[in-house]
């Protein structure tokens, strides 16, 4: 279960924000779409963040990606490959400075904290700490890194070996080497990080349609897709994957393959049958009719199809599922449906969180009942380009009340993250 994620000097967000999902103590908020994290507080259920275009919503996704990445593929990069960090452009002292990645998070009824600062050269610090549910609030220092210098808990973290025998490169994370090491927490942490967050760009859900069709394979979880799809009336009454063979695929992709699967299986799914009712002139059912995900199903349907095992993978594991854009190309209704899931204790019992993007205000809705206060987020920029990410549970509660029109508030401006629009009329009136 995530609490936090902060990131600093990475693209728009100059200086270190924080995106916490610890649940505010407020009263005055209602007891709803919250769990225990089992350390004393609530922690939320899920978050959406919303600002004007060009603000930073999606650059927070793309930060919980890189970081992700890196901790997933470090231990493979060759000593001269650059890290893929992009700093802060705007100012000449920030583009120079590293950039800043921390999570804290609960597994196995433990909290982690861990983060790293690197440049496109190198890591400059690296950190690892876990504190004990046990009514303290000591941490333990896992591991701190300046550089090529380290320093370990020789007890409970065991890298002894890749430290005195340098096998740690500049460019590498230590938690990613100790991973492959076998080392107990590392492989605890490495888990959570690359395994248990998933994270989506949702203008782009083709990444995911190969993995979703996957999963057609397993009789129950296709099934669940299906009542998935059913429920959001698209009309689709069955799913089959189709296959492509790795012999009609070009001669280097072939050899690619070949090199990184060690000899294993290989499915390449290169579309999904849709199966639709089809009548006569009678209006009598008279059996299917077979369509091409690819070809005949609209963008929409294709992107629900896309995000139907993520969601649920999430959902039925306890997993974080963050998505960027998660309305585009999705009816409103759909979008209030995928929160709700998310929201009740009934369809997400095992306290998975989701936290997106959006520019549909009309989650905002009184009407539509779907956040709390401290479950909307917002970016704006500075003038000097900079993003920053506040919540509306920072405000006041004299200047915001749990039972006020949110979204009309919003869209008026009152709570910032807005674009000030210019004069588009004198664009025509020479």
Same mark, same amino acid.
């Given at each position: 279960?995530?609490?936090?994620?902060?990131?600093?000097?990475?693209?728009?967000?100059?200086?270190?924000?924080?995106?916490?999902?610890?649940?505010?103590?407020?009263?005055?908020?209602?007891?709803?779409?919250?769990?225990?994290?089992?350390?004393?507080?609530?922690?939320?259920?899920?978050?959406?963040?919303?600002?004007?275009?060009?603000?930073?919503?999606?650059?927070?996704?793309?930060?919980?990606?890189?970081?992700?990445?890196?901790?997933?593929?470090?231990?493979?990069?060759?000593?001269?490959?650059?890290?893929?960090?992009?700093?802060?452009?705007?100012?000449?002292?920030?583009?120079?400075?590293?950039?800043?990645? #921390?999570?804290?998070?609960?597994?196995?009824? &433990?909290?982690?904290?861990?983060?790293? *600062?690197?440049?496109?050269? !190198? /890591?400059? @610090?690296?950190?690892?700490?876990?504190?004990?549910?046990?009514?303290?609030?000591?941490?333990?220092?896992?591991?701190?890194?300046?550089?090529?210098?380290?320093?370990?808990?020789?007890?409970?973290?065991?890298?002894?070996?890749?430290?005195?025998?340098?096998?740690?490169?500049?460019?590498?994370?230590?938690?990613?080497?100790?991973?492959?090491?076998?080392?107990?927490?590392?492989?605890?942490?490495?888990?959570?990080?690359?395994?248990?967050?998933?994270?989506?760009?949702?203008?782009?859900?083709?990444?995911?349609?190969?993995?979703?069709?996957?999963?057609?394979?397993?009789?129950?979880?296709?099934?669940?897709?299906?009542?998935?799809?059913?429920?959001?009336?698209?009309?689709?009454?069955?799913?089959?994957?189709?296959?492509?063979?790795? #012999?009609?695929?070009?001669?280097?992709?072939? &050899?690619?393959?070949?090199?990184?699967? *060690?000899?294993?299986?290989? !499915? /390449?799914? @290169?579309?999904?049958?849709?199966?639709?009712?089809?009548?006569?002139?009678?209006?009598?059912?008279?059996?299917?009719?077979?369509?091409?995900?690819?070809?005949?199903?609209?963008?929409?349907?294709?992107?629900?199809?896309?995000?139907?095992?993520?969601?649920?993978?999430?959902?039925?594991?306890?997993?974080?599922?963050?998505?960027?854009?998660?309305?585009?190309?999705?009816?409103?209704?759909?979008?209030?449906?995928?929160?709700?899931?998310?929201?009740?204790?009934?369809?997400?019992?095992?306290?998975?969180?989701?936290?997106?993007?959006?520019?549909?205000?009309?989650?905002?809705?009184?009407?539509?009942?779907?956040?709390?206060?401290?479950?909307?987020?917002?970016?704006?920029?500075?003038?000097?380009?900079?993003?920053?990410?506040?919540?509306?549970?920072?405000?006041?509660?004299?200047?915001?009340?749990?039972?006020?029109?949110? *979204?009309?508030?919003?869209?008026?401006?009152?709570?910032?993250?807005?674009?000030?629009?210019?004069?588009?009329?004198?664009?025509?009136?020479?």
């Amino acid at each position: 279960m995530l609490i936090q994620f902060s990131v600093k000097n990475y693209k728009t967000f100059a200086e270190e924000v924080k995106l916490s999902m610890v649940a505010s103590k407020d009263d005055t908020l209602q007891e709803k779409n919250v769990f225990s994290s089992g350390f004393g507080y609530d922690l939320l259920k899920s978050a959406v963040v919303y600002g004007a275009n060009a603000s930073g919503k999606s650059k927070l996704v793309e930060g919980m990606l890189f970081m992700k990445n890196f901790v997933e593929n470090s231990a493979n990069y060759q000593s001269n490959k650059r890290i893929n960090t992009d700093p802060f452009k705007l100012s000449t002292v920030k583009e120079k400075e590293p950039s800043m990645f #921390e999570v804290i998070f609960v597994y196995e009824n &433990e909290m982690y904290r861990y983060g790293f *600062e690197v440049t496109t050269e !190198k /890591i400059i @610090s690296e950190w690892l700490y876990v504190r004990q549910n046990n009514g303290k609030p000591k941490e333990t220092e896992l591991f701190y890194r300046e550089e090529q210098k380290f320093e370990y808990n020789k007890t409970k973290f065991k890298v002894k070996s890749l430290i005195d025998n340098d096998r740690v490169k500049e460019n590498t994370l230590l938690l990613s080497k100790a991973d492959v090491e076998n080392e107990k927490t590392a492989k605890k942490v490495f888990h959570c990080i690359t395994e248990n967050w998933q994270i989506i760009e949702g203008l782009n859900p083709n990444n995911y349609l190969g993995y979703t069709a996957s999963k057609l394979e397993d009789k129950v979880f296709k099934n669940k897709i299906i009542d998935f799809l059913k429920d959001a009336d698209l009309g689709i009454q069955d799913l089959k994957p189709k296959l492509m063979g790795v #012999e009609e695929l070009p001669k280097q992709v072939q &050899e690619f393959i070949l090199k990184n699967n *060690e000899g294993k299986e290989t !499915k /390449i799914y @290169s579309d999904v049958v849709t199966f639709h009712k089809q009548y006569n002139e009678f209006k009598e059912y008279i059996g299917q009719v077979e369509f091409s995900m690819n070809d005949d199903e609209s963008s929409g349907t294709e992107k629900y199809f896309a995000l139907s095992a993520p969601i649920l993978d999430s959902l039925l594991n306890g997993h974080i599922f963050v998505i960027d854009e998660l309305d585009a190309t999705l009816h409103p209704n759909l979008v209030c449906k995928i929160v709700e899931l998310f929201n009740s204790n009934i369809t997400n019992p095992k306290n998975a969180q989701l936290i997106f993007n959006t520019h549909n205000t009309n989650l905002l809705s009184p009407d539509a009942e779907l956040f709390r206060r401290d479950q909307i987020w917002f970016t704006e920029k500075n003038h000097y380009g900079a993003a920053i990410l506040y919540s509306l549970a920072d405000f006041k509660t004299d200047k915001v009340r749990k039972d006020d029109n949110f *979204e009309k508030n919003y869209i008026e401006g009152r709570y910032g993250a807005i674009p000030f629009l210019g004069d588009f009329n004198k664009l025509f009136n020479q």
